[in-house]
C-alpha cells in the first residue's frame, strides 16, 4: 500500500480509502447494502491489515448508521484513533424539519456534533461538504467550516461533488477571508465516466487539491459481472442503476480491460482500479464491498501495473469526446507548448 499526501497537505492517505457506504442499511441505502456490525467489522479489519488508514463515511449513509457502525468497528477491533484518517460529510436531509438539510452555520455545526457522537471520536480529519447549497451563501458555510476546524473537532475540510468554478469561488472567499480551504474534492471518476477531466482535473492540479474517487467500478459495472453479451442477475446496478453511464461505450472498455486482465490473470475489477492509481491527480480511491471476497480482489489492485502500452490502449477507448472550450483551449495553446 502506497501512501500519498492529500492535496497540499502534510497529511498521508492511503491509495485505497475504505468506503463505508453498506454498513447498516437504512431507507433508501438498502439498496447499496445492508450489512451488519460483525460483518463491517471485519471488512474495517481486512483493511487495516493490508494498510488501508484512510475510512470515508457520511451522516446521510443509512441514516446515520454507517457512522455508528464505523465508529463501533474501531472500538471493537482494539484500533487506535490516531493511526486512523477518518472522513465524513454534511449536507443532506437528516430531519424532517426546515433547517434539517443544506449548508447553513446551524445545519453543519449540529450535524458536525451529531456524527461526532456517532462516531465516538473527538475529532473528524477530514469534514466535506457532500455537495452544492444554492440557498446558503458561500461565505457562510466557509466561516461555520472554519469554526469547527479552530475549535480542534475538524483537521481539515473538502468538498464532493461540485463543479470547477464553485470550487474556485469558495477557495478564493477562502483566501480573501483567511479561512480553511477545501484540501480535496470526493468526486466520481472512473474508466468509463472522465468528465472529471475536463474542467476539475485541471483544476486540482492548478490548485493542489487531493481527489477522492467515488464510485470507482462505475456502480458495479466494472465489477467483472457485466459484460456485452451477459448482464449480471444480482449486484449494485440490478438494485440501484446508478451513475448514469453510457453503457455500449463501458462495454468497449471492458472488452479491452478483459484482455489486459486475462493476460496479468488479474479481475477486471482490479483493471479499473488500477488505471485509476496510475492518474496523478488521484489521492486515494474509495473501495467499498458487500463481502471479504469483493474488497480482497480490490485490495490486490494496488499491486497490478500496467505498462505504457496499457494504458494507451486504455486511454483510446474510454477517452473522453471533446467538448467546447476545451477543444479551443488545446488547438489556441499549441503554439506555447
Known amino acids: 500500500m502506497k501512501y500519498n499526501l492529500l492535496g497540499n497537505t502534510g497529511l498521508k492517505v492511503s491509495e485505497l480509502c475504505l468506503g463505508t457506504m453498506t454498513f447498516g442499511g437504512r431507507g433508501m441505502w438498502t439498496a447499496i447494502g445492508t450489512l451488519p456490525q460483525e460483518q463491517a467489522n471485519e471488512l474495517v479489519k481486512m483493511s487495516v491489515e493490508n494498510g488501508i ?13 454507517s457512522e455508528q457502525m464505523t465508529g463501533k468497528a474501531i472500538r471493537d477491533l482494539g484500533l487506535k484513533r490516531d493511526d486512523l484518517v477518518i472522513a465524513t460529510k454534511v449536507r443532506g436531509s437528516m430531519g424532517e424539519g426546515p433547517n434539517d438539510s443544506g449548508l447553513s452555520r446551524k445545519h453543519i455545526l449540529q450535524q458536525a456534533h451529531e456524527s461526532l457522537e456517532r462516531l465516538n471520536t473527538d475529532y473528524i480529519d477530514l469534514y466535506q461538504i457532500h455537495g452544492f447549497d444554492p440557498l446558503t451563501p458561500l461565505q457562510e458555510t466557509l466561516e461555520a467550516l472554519d ?17 470547477a468554478w464553485q470550487i474556485m469561488k469558495a477557495l478564493s472567499i ?35 487539491m487531493g481527489l477522492m474517487v467515488w464510485s470507482p467500478l462505475a456502480g458495479g459495472l466494472l465489477s467483472g459481472k457485466y459484460n456485452r453479451k451477459m448482464e449480471a442477475k444480482e449486484g449494485r446496478r440490478v438494485n440501484f442503476d446508478f451513475p448514469p453511464i453510457n453503457k455500449e461505450k463501458a462495454f468497449d472498455i471492458i472488452d479491452v480491460m478483459q484482455k489486459i486482465a486475462d493476460a496479468k490473470h488479474v479481475s477486471v475489477a482490479q483493471i479499473a482500479l488500477a488505471w485509476l492509481l496510475h492518474q496523478p491527480v488521484v489521492s486515494s480511491v474509495i473501495v467499498g464491498a458487500k463481502k471479504p471476497d469483493q474488497l480482497t480482489d480490490n485490495l490486490k489492485s494496488v499491486n497490478v501495473e500496467l505498462s505504457v502500452d496499457d494504458l494507451y490502449l486504455l486511454n483510446e477507448v474510454s477517452q473522453p469526446e471533446p467538448e467546447y472550450p476545451g477543444w479551443m483551449i488545446e488547438r489556441q495553446g499549441a503554439d506555447r507548448k
Open 147 to 163: 469554526s469547527l476546524v479552530q475549535s480542534g473537532k475538524v483537521r481539515y475540510i473538502g468538498c464532493s461533488n461540485l463543479a
Open 53 to 65: 488508514n484512510f475510512i470515508d463515511t457520511a451522516n446521510i449513509y443509512s441514516e446515520g448508521l
Open 174 to 208: 477562502s483566501n480573501l477571508n483567511r479561512l480553511s480551504k477545501f484540501v480535496s474534492l470526493q468526486a466520481y471518476y472512473t474508466i468509463a465516466g472522465r468528465e472529471l477531466e475536463r474542467e476539475l482535473v485541471p483544476m486540482m492540479l492548478d490548485q493542489k
